[in-house]
C-alpha cells in the first residue's frame, strides 16, 4: 500500500532537463495515478507557484542554473516550512545530502536508471504526503479540541446566556482557520434566526444576512438546514453551493470560504444556532463536525442550566428586588444597636468596602469618625420611631459619609424603621448628592458668568453708544443731513442698539423661557432684522409666507439680526441670505464658506469665534433664543455650500 489511496496528491516536479522531466511526470503518474504531476523546468518559476498555488509535495533535482535544489528547498520552506520537498537528484555525495537534511528536506533520493526508481519516488512522495496529512489533521484536531476545552471552561464560568454566547464567538473568532462566528435565537412562530452575538470579521455582514427555516432560498443554507434537521450543517465552499446564494457575495468580500451551522440543542430543545465560518473551503470534515456538534450541546445545556438556575432564584430576587435594584444604597440595621445586617450592592458602591465588611458594622462607622459628636441626632432618628429625612446636620454641614479611602461624600438619609420578622430593623436609604451639589455649584458659576456679561454689555457699551448718538445728533443738526438716508438708518441701528442693551441684563437673567409669547408674523420679523443687521450690498430672499410662530417678537427680532450680522461677517458684504420654511419650523441659508463638521458644536459655545472682529456671543445667543422658544437648532450645508441653519419646534405643536 503506498499511501495515497485514500485521496489524491498534487506534486511540482522541477527540473531543468526537459526530456527528463517528461519521462519522470509519466513514470511517477503511472506509478501511482492518484498523483497528479505538475512538471516545472525553472526554479525561479517554481517559488513563485508554490506561493499561488496549491501543492502536497515538491520534488527536485539537485543541480539547475539559477537555483539549485537545496536553494529551492530554503525558499519553499519561507513559504511554507510543512510542504513535503523530496529531493531526487544524481548527485549522491555525503555534502549535499547533510546540507538537504539541515535545509529541512522530507526526503532524499538518488536517480538511477528502471522504472522501478519511479515507483520508489512514488512511493516515497506519497508517505511524505500521508505523513503530513496526517501530522496536519492531528494539529487540526487538537486545535479544534483545544477551542472546544476554552469554550467549556468559559461555559462554566458563566452567569447568564449574554456571557455564554459572547464568550463562545470570541473565543472561535480568535482560533484558526476561522474567521467569523455568529450565535441567534430561533423564534419557532416567526421561522427566523436573529444574531444576538458576534465576533471576528463581521464589517456590516449580519445586516444583510436573513436566516429562516422555511423551505424558501434564506432557508435552504447550513443555518435553516441545521434549525430543521438538529444536526450540524455545512458549505465546504461558499463559491460554488447553489445553497448558499442567497449570501455569496457578502462571504467572498469578507473572505469567508467554508460555513457550519451548529444547532443548540439539549433534550429536545432548540435553544438557536451557531455559525461557523472558516477562511479556507473544506474546513468542516466528518471529525470536526462531530467535535462541533457535541460543543453544540455543550453550549445548549450550559444555556439551560443558566435559565434553570435564574428561575430557581426567581423568588429570591423578587424578595430582595426592591434593595438589589435601587439606585441609592441601602442599609438595614438593628434598630437597638445599629449593627448593619444587610446591605446592597450599591452600598458597597458608596462607602468603598466590599459587603462582608459592611455586614456586621456599627452604622456610626459610616460617618467620619471624629464627628461623632455632631452626627448623635443623626442616628437617633435613624433608629427611632418614625420615618427621617436629612441632608444637613445640626449646624447646617452636609451629612457626610466616609469611604474606606478617606474620601467623605454628601449624602441624604431616608431613615425608618419597620418590623420584620418579629424584629425592629432601621432602614436606610443613602442617596448620592455630590452631583447634585456640583450641579448647583455649576449653576451658580454660569449665573455669575451671565451677570457678568450683561453688566459688561449694558455699561461698557454705553460710552460708545453715547459717542455715536452724540456724532449723530450732530450731524442731523445740518438740515441737509436731515435728508440724508444713511444718517436715518444709522439713527434706527442706534436705537436699536440701545434697546438691546436696555433689555440685555433680562433677556440673560430671564434664561430660557419666554414668559409672554404672542403670534409673530416672521415676514416682519425677517424684514425688520435685515434693515438693523444686513449690508447694503448683500441679498436677502426670504418666502413670500413664512409663517406665524407664538413668541417674543424683540427676542426673535435678535435671533436673525445675529444669524445675517453672522453671515456678513464670514461670507462678506455681497453674500446671498436665504429664509424658507419646511415642515416643523425654518432655515436660514447663505452662500458663504460654511462651517466644517468638526466646528458645528462649537461655534454656539460661549466666546467661540473664528474671525478677528465677532465677539463669539452672537451663535450662543441665536441658540439660547431658539431653546426659549422650545425649539432645536442644528446646522447643515446649504445648496450653495454655505451654512444653512435649521430650527425645529421640539414640543411637536
Not at 99 to 114: F, H, P, R
Request: with cysteine; charged share 30%.
Amino acid at each position: 500500500m503506498n499511501g495515497c489511496e485514500s485521496a489524491s496528491a498534487r506534486v511540482l516536479h522541477v527540473d531543468d532537463d526537459e526530456a527528463l522531466l517528461d519521462l519522470s511526470t509519466t513514470l511517477l503518474e503511472r506509478a501511482e495515478p492518484r498523483l497528479e504531476v505538475v512538471p516545472e523546468t525553472d526554479p525561479t518559476v517554481a517559488v513563485e507557484r508554490v506561493e499561488t498555488e496549491a501543492f502536497d509535495c515538491v520534488v527536485s533535482d539537485y543541480r539547475m542554473p539559477g537555483l539549485d535544489g537545496i536553494e529551492l528547498l530554503r525558499r519553499v520552506r519561507e513559504i511554507d516550512d510543512a510542504l513535503p520537498f523530496v529531493l531526487f537528484t544524481s548527485d549522491g555525495s555525503e555534502s549535499v545530502a547533510s546540507e538537504a537534511i539541515s535545509a529541512g528536506v522530507t526526503d532524499y533520493l538518488q536517480k538511477e536508471t528502471g522504472t522501478e526508481r519511479y515507483e520508489l519516488l512514488a512511493n516515497r512522495v506519497c508517505n511524505a504526503v500521508r505523513r503530513t496529512r496526517a501530522e496536519q489533521k492531528a494539529a487540526e484536531l487538537e486545535r479544534v479540541t483545544e477551542v472546544v476545552r476554552q469554550i467549556n471552561r468559559t461555559l462554566v464560568r458563566a452567569t447568564t446566556r449574554e456571557q455564554i454566547e459572547r464568550a463562545v464567538c470570541e473565543t472561535l473568532s480568535d482560533s484558526e482557520p476561522y474567521r467569523f462566528a455568529y450565535v441567534g435565537r430561533y423564534d419557532p412562530e416567526t421561522e427566523v434566526v436573529e444574531p444576538t452575538a458576534w465576533a471576528g470579521v463581521e464589517a456590516g455582514y449580519l445586516d444583510e444576512l436573513e436566516v429562516t427555516t422555511t423551505e424558501e432560498p434564506t432557508g435552504r443554507g447550513p443555518g435553516g438546514r441545521a434549525i430543521r434537521t438538529r444536526d450540524v450543517a455545512v458549505v465546504q465552499d461558499v463559491r460554488d453551493d447553489p445553497e448558499f446564494e442567497p449570501w455569496r457575495e457578502s462571504a467572498i468580500e469578507r473572505g469567508y470560504r467554508a460555513v457550519a451551522g451548529v444547532p443548540l440543542v439539549y433534550r429536545d430543545e432548540c435553544y438557536g444556532l451557531l455559525g461557523v465560518y472558516a477562511d479556507r473551503p473544506g474546513a468542516f470534515d466528518d471529525e470536526e463536525r462531530a467535535i462541533l456538534s457535541e460543543l453544540g450541546a455543550d453550549i445548549a445545556h450550559a444555556i439551560h442550566a443558566v435559565e434553570l438556575r435564574d428561575e430557581l432564584r426567581a423568588s429570591r430576587r423578587k424578595h430582595r428586588a426592591v434593595v438589589d435594584t435601587a439606585p441609592d444604597a441601602i442599609f438595614l440595621a438593628d434598630a437597638e444597636t445599629g449593627v448593619v445586617r444587610q446591605a446592597n450592592a450599591e452600598a458597597t458602591r458608596l462607602v468603598g468596602r466590599p459587603m462582608e465588611e459592611l455586614v456586621g458594622l456599627d452604622q456610626r462607622r459610616l460617618h467620619p469618625p471624629e464627628d461623632a459628636d455632631r452626627y448623635r441626632d443623626l442616628f437617633e432618628e435613624q433608629l427611632g420611631e418614625g420615618p427621617t429625612v436629612r441632608t444637613e446636620l445640626a449646624d447646617g454641614s452636609d451629612v457626610l459619609v466616609q469611604r474606606a479611602d478617606g474620601e467623605r461624600v454628601p449624602v441624604e438619609i431616608n431613615a425608618s424603621t419597620v418590623e420584620i420578622g418579629g424584629e425592629r430593623v432601621s432602614i436606610g436609604i443613602f442617596r448620592d448628592v455630590s452631583e447634585r451639589r456640583e450641579q448647583a455649584r455649576e449653576l451658580d458659576r454660569q449665573n455669575r458668568r451671565l451677570e457678568r456679561f450683561a453688566r459688561v454689555l449694558s455699561h461698557d457699551l454705553r460710552t460708545p453708544l453715547n459717542v455715536a448718538r452724540g456724532r449723530l445728533e450732530l450731524a442731523l443738526a445740518d438740515d441737509e443731513a436731515e435728508r440724508d438716508d444713511d444718517l436715518v438708518a444709522l439713527g434706527d441701528a442706534l436705537d436699536r442698539t440701545e434697546d438691546l442693551v436696555e433689555h440685555l441684563s433680562p433677556l440673560v437673567l430671564r434664561g430660557r423661557v419666554v414668559d409672554d409669547p404672542e403670534e409673530t408674523a416672521l415676514n416682519a420679523v425677517v424684514e425688520s432684522a435685515w434693515t438693523t443687521a444686513g449690508d447694503p450690498a448683500a441679498t436677502l430672499v426670504a418666502a413670500d409666507d413664512l409663517g406665524v410662530v407664538c413668541g417674543d417678537e424683540s427676542r426673535l427680532r435678535e435671533l436673525f439680526e445675529n444669524l445675517f450680522s453672522n453671515a456678513v461677517e464670514h461670507a462678506g458684504p455681497e453674500v446671498t441670505v436665504t429664509v424658507g420654511s419646511h415642515d416643523d419650523g425654518f432655515y436660514v441659508a447663505d452662500d458663504g464658506p460654511g462651517i466644517p463638521e468638526s466646528d458645528r458644536e462649537a461655534v454656539f459655545t460661549d466666546g467661540f469665534t473664528t474671525g478677528d472682529r465677532g465677539s463669539g456671543w452672537g451663535l450662543n445667543i441665536v441658540q439660547e433664543i431658539a431653546t426659549a422658544h422650545d425649539w432645536s437648532i442644528s446646522i447643515t450645508e446649504s445648496a450653495a455650500g454655505g451654512t444653512r441653519f435649521e430650527f425645529r419646534d421640539v414640543t411637536g405643536a
